[in-house]
């Protein structure tokens, strides 16, 4: 007889199919997207800071409120004329703190509202579609349209996870506890699944270590680490502090 972990994988592998398979127009799985509102402007937002150890590289805005720039550690940053922004070699982007000359200040503070609601609502949908998937340990899966949920930590090991699906479907993954991707695991998307439309809705600190990769909207609880190398395809929401270590950030 089929493990209820083989069972749930096999499941998972035929909703895939459907998914993938599925006409245009059709109607897909999962639930509906997470409104980011203006958090969305920013590859990185953070309320505690956002450190570097360089060269990393990162496409997209970053912001942090209600702190200074102080909290932007390891950029180089130099201040444009206006005093609304800074920019760093390691950016392509701008980069903004609570301090700068207006309408920064209040730009921030609208951002990181909507972030902590996003990650609010997120988090408190309810009726998944899965609980404790695998006891928190998905490596190896094929994850397809849903809200997921764990009442314990998430390890994606180095045989990495995909994210199976259409450009309209939907992933929500609650982690009651720390998220951990392994080093050179990757979370792979197949059948034109979109990072935007992926959030990791984490209460644990989130750690992507040396040189993986992960596809997707991180709303964070608390801290978010990109280990040496690592890299990632979407946004970083975080409410205390991202730490980059000659990481790669595509907004």
């Not at 493990?3 to 499941?11: A, M």
Request: charged residues 5%.
């Amino acid at each position: 007889m089929l493990s209820t972990v083989n069972k749930i994988v096999c499941l998972s592998l035929w909703a895939s199919f459907l998914s993938v398979g599925a006409a245009p127009g059709a109607i897909n799985l999962g639930p509906a997207p997470i409104a980011l509102g203006t958090a969305a402007n920013f590859a990185i937002l953070s309320e505690t800071g956002v450190s570097t150890v360089p060269p990393s590289s990162i496409t997209g805005n970053i912001g942090v409120s209600p702190i200074s720039a102080n909290a932007l550690t390891g950029f180089s940053l130099t201040l444009a004329s206006t005093g609304v922004f800074s920019t760093s070699n390691q950016v392509i982007g701008e980069l903004f703190a609570a301090t700068y000359a207006v309408p920064t200040p209040s730009t921030l503070t609208t951002a990181i509202s909507n972030m902590q609601t996003a990650y609010t609502n997120a988090n408190g949908l309810v009726n998944p579609g899965f609980i404790n998937l695998a006891a928190g340990s998905i490596g190896g899966l094929v994850l397809t349209p849903a809200l997921y949920k764990w009442t314990s930590a998430v390890g994606i090991s180095s045989a990495g996870v995909t994210i199976s699906g259409t450009s309209a479907d939907v992933f929500v993954f609650q982690i009651a506890g720390t998220l951990t991707i392994a080093a050179n695991a990757r979370v792979t998307l197949v059948g034109g699944a979109l990072a935007s439309n992926i959030f990791w809705v984490v209460a644990g600190v989130v750690t992507v270590e040396a040189g993986a990769h992960i596809e997707g909207v991180i709303l964070a609880k608390t801290a978010v680490t990109l280990e040496t190398e690592a890299t990632m395809n979407g946004r970083i929401l975080a409410q205390t502090f991202v730490a980059l270590q000659k990481a790669t950030v595509v907004g």
